[in-house]
């Protein structure tokens, strides 16, 4: 059991967070390559086929979606890898790959003086929007998780959706490989909808070592807006 300074520290150190996704923005897996790779000459994503992968010592890798069917498979064989490793971020292991990623050459962008390549969702054809809270966005840090929770206190969208049902926003807690469904609500069309815990004063907390996804998706269509978002409020510890 956690001591009560540790519990007392955590709680002092807790860093306040507020993340937006909107049409094509969330990151579904984000790569990294290894020092062996050498120099990276492109990460090239072709929808409904593969992603291709070339590095000057570890030449081309192809993960063929064919093969690697859901996200995490496509997770697990990159991070097999002796030369690229990767973290799944605003998905869940269980999403299919095929028509679920932004076609084309991905740029690379740095954070925290690392390199990475973001393979974004294609969130018209996946239709979903999704943002992982997260103490840790990284790959390849080696950050402790075990001592780590999150809190969600509440989270805002717009998005015009082919119709509004039930269970179509929900909030997964995920811990490793495994997913789990804690919050369903019913999805509203058009309108700005906001959701949170005992009228803000409340919040949802993960396990330690745990993260929360928020996801909003449709059944049948989810277009290309500049309006659409999905804002998430939370607490990192």
């Given at each position: 059991m956690a001591s009560q300074d540790f519990l007392q520290s955590r709680a002092l150190a807790a860093q306040g967070i507020v993340a937006q996704v909107g049409t094509d923005t969330p990151v579904a897996l984000r790569l990294k390559a290894?020092?062996?790779?050498?120099?990276?000459?492109s990460v090239t994503v072709t929808t409904a086929t593969n992603i291709v992968a070339i590095t000057a010592n570890g030449g081309t890798e192809t993960w063929a979606f064919a093969t690697?069917?859901?996200?995490?498979?496509?997770?697990?064989?990159?991070?097999?890898?002796a030369y690229w490793e990767c973290k799944i971020l605003d998905s869940l292991r269980s999403y299919a790959t095929a028509n679920q990623f932004v076609t084309g050459a991905i740029a690379s962008s740095t954070t925290d003086g690392v390199t990475y390549y973001d393979v974004k969702v294609d969130t018209s054809t996946a239709?979903?929007?999704?943002?992982?809270?997260?103490?840790?966005?990284?790959v390849g840090q080696d950050k402790p998780k075990g001592s780590h929770r999150v809190?969600?206190?509440?989270f805002v969208y717009y998005a015009t959706l082919g119709g509004a049902n039930a269970d179509m926003v929900l909030v997964y807690e995920v811990k490793g490989t495994v997913e789990t469904q804690k919050i369903a609500y019913t999805s509203v069309s058009a309108t700005k909808t906001t959701e949170n815990f005992?009228?803000?004063?409340?919040?949802?907390?993960?396990?330690?070592?745990?993260?929360?996804?928020?996801?909003?998706?449709?059944a049948s269509s989810l277009g290309d807006a500049t309006a659409n978002y999905l804002r998430v409020v939370g607490k990192l510890e």
């Open positions: 290894k020092a062996a790779a050498g120099l990276v000459t690697y069917d859901t996200v995490g498979k496509l997770a697990d064989v990159i991070n097999a890898s239709k979903y929007f999704a943002y992982r809270l997260t103490s840790d966005r990284s809190h969600l206190l509440e005992a009228s803000g004063q409340g919040y949802h907390t993960s396990a330690d070592g745990s993260e929360l996804v928020v996801v909003l998706k449709d």
